[in-house]
């Protein structure tokens, strides 16, 4: 019997041997401070791709771990000197990955303000959303950073974060009708009805948006919300302060 290739696709991604959660794709600029064994330690990492230009290097550490793992780990090389050509592979390899795997999440570690604005419009249009970061939850920066955050953090959760968002909402009062309308809309949902996640929220924007005929994007409301100090994006998910 004749099957459709989508359907063929579809149904490799979900087999439970695979277990495709978490797709990472690094920028070139980021493979340097990236730690791809501490990504591919993580059991729901899946797969990783380094998206390298001819003069990258690696670590003979990162470079034993890159052929110790030839299932988890694809290395794209873009053979043109020009920056940009990279950038075209990556934005290739994320609809690609997102077509193989549908259920996944896929994670862009970049610094190129490029992505942002191309993750702003897939995100419009897709079904899920592309999280932009500059670092791996394992970089070798980041390490550093997260163990200071922890130890001058604690003091100021809590009733700061209100007063810091009242402080954003007073000195930058809405200015966008669109959301204005969203902020209406989430006021009145029960605290328990407020998506948690951003990509929740992303999708519920757009499709009160799609119901109501609001003009901007739902990437562009959500993110004056946040500027605004309605709306706070973290690790650990969407907090309110409507």
Known sequence: MVKKLTEVATKLAKKPAAKRQVIYIIDFEN????DVAALLRKRNVVMVVLAANRTNTVTPETLATIEA???RVEVIIGRITRKEFVDKLVTAKIGEYA??????????????????????????H????????????????ASATTKKKERTGVAKRG??????????????????????????????????????????????VRNYRESVGLRSRPSTIVKHLIECGYIEVGPRGVKYAL
């Open 99 to 124: 077509f193989r795997f549908p259920e996944a999440e896929i994670v862009v570690l970049a610094n190129d303000r490029d992505y942002t604005d191309l993750a702003a419009h897939l995100n419009d």
């Open 159 to 204: 009733g700061s974060r209100a007063k810091a968002a009242t402080e954003r909402r007073a000195a930058k009062p809405i200015t966008n009708p669109d959301a204005e309308a969203i902020r209406v809309l989430l006021a009145k949902l029960p605290k328990r009805q407020l998506p948690k996640a951003e990509s929740a929220l992303l999708n519920a």
């Open 69 to 71: 793992h030839p299932d």
């Open 31 to 34: 493979i340097p401070k990236t």
């Open 126 to 141: 897709w079904e899920r959303a592309v999280p932009i970061k500059h670092e791996a939850p394992h970089s070798r920066s």
